[in-house]
């Protein structure tokens, strides 16, 4: 059958192990028809994203990306563009913010420079990547999604500032880039057990915790974000601009618990 993101060139950047969302993005795109290439954070991930690559669709696009380093961000367009020629998806799967902003209260941890840290590379990147990447989006129907996490849980701390700078990105960058066709959204996944939430202490009862208050009584695993995101990408999403869509079963619109029936 033909894939819905036939003949579509995406860049996915974020894979740091095969339990990463962007895995799971990357494994629906390639099943729905689009070339990809993809983007490691440093030597030590190299090898685990090449193998992601080759898993699917055999890409051999894999380039280095430290969205912290302009030079790098430019280095990576420019390959993308001697490749393709322009490029029509962009997926931003990037947060950090150092360990020791995660432990604890938040006002008794959080730092000037921890603060200018997450928000520069959870938040400021998506601007970045989508500063560069539009030269190549025109006359495309393109587009850019990041992924975002915004509610107060514990020990989550800086992140949730630096993803609340994040979703204003997508509105302000949506209305920027919609008139040359460009559409920006955000998908809000419910908690999922990858390598960047492992660094939050407590994270396994949060796991449980969320399965128990969503109306769907489950998680969500990479794959349910994975078909959003190729939905949100593809020209079936052609009127959605600006939106953060919640993968998440359920669980934001939930008050409290209703009783069990019976």
């Known amino acids: 059958r033909m894939g819905f993101l036939n003949g579509k060139k995406a860049l996915i950047t974020g894979v740091a192990s095969d339990r990463s969302i962007a895995v799971g993005i990357a494994e629906a795109f ?11 954070q440093g030597d ?13 669709n ?10 912290t380093d302009d030079a790098q961000i430019a280095n990576v367009m420019q390959e993308v563009e001697q490749q393709w020629g322009g490029i029509d998806i962009v997926i931003h799967a990037i947060g950090f913010a150092p360990r020791e902003q995660l432990q604890g209260r938040y006002l008794d941890v959080v730092t000037r420079e921890g603060f200018a840290i997450s928000h520069d590379i959870s938040a400021y990147s998506f601007a970045a990547l989508g500063k560069a990447a539009r030269p190549l989006m025109q006359g495309r129907n393109a587009a850019l999604l990041t992924l975002t996490y915004l509610r107060a849980v514990p020990m989550y701390n ?4 630096a993803k609340a700078s994040l979703e204003a990105n997508v509105r302000f960058m949506a209305a ?6 460009i559409r920006v959204n955000g998908i809000s996944a ?3 057990k990858t390598l960047a939430a492992a660094g939050i202490s407590g994270f396994r009862n949060m796991l449980a915790s969320a399965a128990t ?3 769907l009584k489950r998680n969500v695993t990479i794959e349910d974000v994975g078909n959003t995101a190729a939905f949100l990408c593809s020209d079936l999403a052609a009127g959605i601009t600006g939106e953060i869509i919640y993968v998440d079963a359920g669980y934001r619109i939930m008050g409290m618990q209703f009783p069990e029936e019976g």
């Open 44 to 56: 030590r991930l190299k090898g685990r994203v090449e193998d992601v690559a080759a898993r699917c």
């Open 30 to 40: 390639a099943r729905e028809g689009a070339e990809l290439a993809f983007t490691y």
């Open 190 to 192: 419910g908690p999922i």
């Open 158 to 161: 800086v992140m949730g500032p």
């Open 58 to 67: 055999d890409s051999k696009l894999v380039l280095p990306l430290d969205v």
């Open 213 to 215: 208050a969503s109306p």
């Open 176 to 181: 920027d880039l919609g008139s040359e066709g």
